[in-house]
Every structure is written in structure tokens, then in C-alpha cells.
């Protein structure tokens, strides 16, 4: 006679054995202490520890200065300014009398001059802020540094 044996899964279903193990496993992120970053420095120091590795600190902190506020120089060096000395006379943003060329650099949207390249010719260069070298070459050169405001 064939006996009906009753399974395993039908006995055994709402046990704290069967199944998944431990009855802690298998519930989701409560398992885990949370999702994310949830719990962080709640739970002893366990994830904290690894903040501090990483350096990051939680929540907001420091200041964001406004966009507004903030201004970038924008620099060439005298090796383009000599480069492109015939173009600039051309375009209106430079005056050539004689050997000497007087340059505007502000009316390119250029603020600082460095000291990159040579300079082989008298040249006045007008802008708001000059490197220190950038001074020796021009002035070496015969040339003359006028600061704009």
C-alpha cells in the first residue's frame, strides 16, 4: 500500500529552523542596519570607522562661495603675445608706431601676462596683472609694462 507522506515544506513552514537558517536572514535592509548611509555612528562606531578612512564627513559642511563672486584669471604667455603680434596689429587690438607696438591685452579678454617665451622687439604691453618675469623680458626687451585698473 502506498503510504501519502507528508513533505518536508508543509511541516516545517513558520519554523525558526527551516528555511532561510538563522531567522535574522532574509528580511531586507533591517538585516543589514539599514539602507545606505542609514545608522551611521548610531550602531557603536562600526561605520564610522570607515568614514574617517575615506575622509568624508556627514552632512553639510563648509562654505560655497557664490559663482558670481569668484573671478579667473585668464593668462597668455609673452610666446603667444610674439606669435601672434602681426594679427593683433591686423584685428585693432594692437598699435604699431615705428618698432614699437603698443598692446591692449585687455580687449582680448586677457588679464594676466606671463613670462613664457622671449620677447624680441619693443613692445607696450597694457593689462591688470604681470608676472615678475614677464616685467624683466618686456622692459629688457626696450619695452614698457603699463598696469590697468
Not at 508543509?10 to 532574509?26: E, Q, V
Not at 603675445?81 to 594692437?94: F, Q
Not at 604691453?125 to 614677464?134: D, E, L, P, Q
Amino acid at each position: 500500500m502506498v503510504v501519502n507522506k507528508t513533505k518536508k515544506v508543509r511541516k516545517l513552514r513558520g519554523s525558526r529552523t527551516y528555511g532561510w537558517g538563522s531567522p535574522k536572514k532574509h528580511r531586507g535592509a533591517g538585516s543589514r542596519g539599514g539602507r545606505g548611509m542609514a545608522g551611521s555612528g548610531k550602531k557603536g562606531q562600526q561605520k564610522m570607522t570607515s568614514l574617517h578612512l575615506i575622509k568624508r564627513t556627514i552632512g553639510k559642511s563648509g562654505f560655497t562661495r557664490p559663482s558670481k563672486v569668484i573671478t579667473k584669471d585668464v593668462a597668455v604667455n609673452l610666446s603667444v603675445i610674439m606669435c601672434n603680434i602681426d594679427k593683433y596689429v591686423k584685428d585693432g587690438a594692437a598699435k604699431k608706431s615705428g618698432s614699437v607696438v603698443d598692446l591692449d591685452v585687455g580687449k582680448l579678454g586677457i588679464t594676466k601676462v606671463l613670462g613664457a617665451g622671449s620677447v624680441d622687439m619693443k613692445i607696450n604691453v597694457t593689462a591688470k596683472i604681470f608676472s615678475s618675469i614677464a616685467v624683466q623680458k618686456i622692459e629688457k626687451a626696450g619695452g614698457k609694462v603699463i598696469v590697468a585698473e
